[in-house]
C-alpha cells in the first residue's frame, strides 16, 4: 500500500513540475511574442503557444480577475507559479509523508 501512495504522489509531483514548466515557458513565449522575437505566422510557435495557453489559461484567468496588471505587465504567472510551489512544498510532500506513518 506504501509503495501505492508514493506512485500517487510521485505522479501528482510530476504534474505539478510540469505545471510549472508550462507557465514559465508560456510566459517567456508570450514575452517574445509581444517584443516581435518571434512571430505566430510559424506553424510550430503557434502550435506550442496554444498548447500552453489551452494548459495555462484555465489556471491563471482565475486570478487574473482578481489580480490586475501592474503597470502592463502581468504578473499572475508568478503568482501561479509560487502557488504551485507552495502546494508541492506544504501540502503534498507533508500529506504523502502523514498518509505514510499512518501506514506504519
Do not use: E, H
Amino acid at each position: 500500500m506504501a509503495s501505492l501512495i508514493l506512485f500517487v504522489f510521485f505522479i501528482l509531483g510530476s504534474l505539478l513540475n510540469l505545471l510549472k514548466w508550462a507557465v514559465i515557458i508560456s510566459a517567456i513565449i508570450s514575452w517574445l511574442v509581444a517584443f516581435d522575437v518571434i512571430n505566430l505566422r510559424n506553424r510550430a510557435v503557434y502550435s506550442i503557444s496554444r498548447f500552453l495557453d489551452a494548459v495555462t489559461a484555465p489556471l491563471l484567468a482565475p486570478l487574473r480577475r482578481v489580480i490586475p496588471p501592474l503597470g502592463g505587465v502581468d504578473i499572475t504567472p508568478i503568482i501561479l507559479f509560487l502557488i504551485i510551489v507552495g502546494v508541492q512544498s506544504f501540502l503534498l510532500y507533508p500529506l504523502r509523508g502523514a498518509l505514510l506513518s499512518l501506514l506504519g
